[in-house]
């Protein structure tokens, strides 16, 4: 194993340029959210936890680089794949829920409001996986899209299997629809 620690691999100035990106999207998340609530009539007052986002962004970091250290050959000079951010940033979004609802019968009223902070976990990681891969974006299809939100917010989805779905969006989204993924024949 490398001679190196995880704060040896935790680059402070990466650490706080995600935070404040990572903010800034669930600021805008939650903004989103509170004009679909006014757009039914519903007050909605939401919050941004600065203390959630950081812990959200520094246990992300350090999963990756407890990763890096033992996965990787040289861990300060290698940058961890857009699928394993995704996965690890996924992970601690659903577990941390940085955005806050101050008024918790709102989601009585608008129960699909309920699903916020992993509408930012899935937004947040297929934008990182659409970056690396060059795309404008990739959208999942709504019954995908609904089927993953309902599994983190009800479910526990291990850190394997997310790494397991954002490898197959990644693939997906490489292929862009030119290859398939996956070939059958037939006898």
């Excluded at 007052?45 to 246990?59: A, D, M, Q």
């Excluded at 699909?112 to 060059?134: P, R, V």
């Excluded at 609904?146 to 983190?152: P, R």
């Amino acid at each position: 194993m490398p001679n190196n620690s995880e704060e040896d691999v935790l680059d402070p100035a990466v650490v706080e340029r995600v935070h404040h990106t990572f903010f800034a999207a669930a600021e805008e998340i939650a903004a989103a959210a509170k004009r679909v609530a006014q757009s039914q009539k519903v007050d909605c007052e939401l919050y941004v936890s600065p203390r959630l986002v950081y812990k959200t962004v520094t246990s992300a970091h350090f999963d990756i680089a407890r990763y890096k250290l033992f996965h990787l050959k040289h861990p300060t000079k290698e940058k961890s794949g857009a699928v394993k951010r995704a996965a690890y940033f996924t992970k601690w979004i659903v577990r941390f829920r940085p955005i806050l609802f101050l008024d918790r019968s709102l989601t009585d009223l608008l129960p699909e409001l309920q699903f916020l902070n992993e509408h930012l976990a899935i937004q947040w990681s297929t934008t990182c996986i659409a970056k690396e891969l060059g795309l404008q974006g990739i959208r999942l299809r709504r019954k995908t899209l609904s089927e993953f939100l309902y599994d983190l917010h009800f479910r526990e989805v291990s850190t394997d299997g997310l790494l397991a779905f954002y490898q197959i969006v990644a693939d997906l989204g490489e292929s862009q629809g030119n290859n398939p993924i996956v070939e059958f024949s037939l006898n």
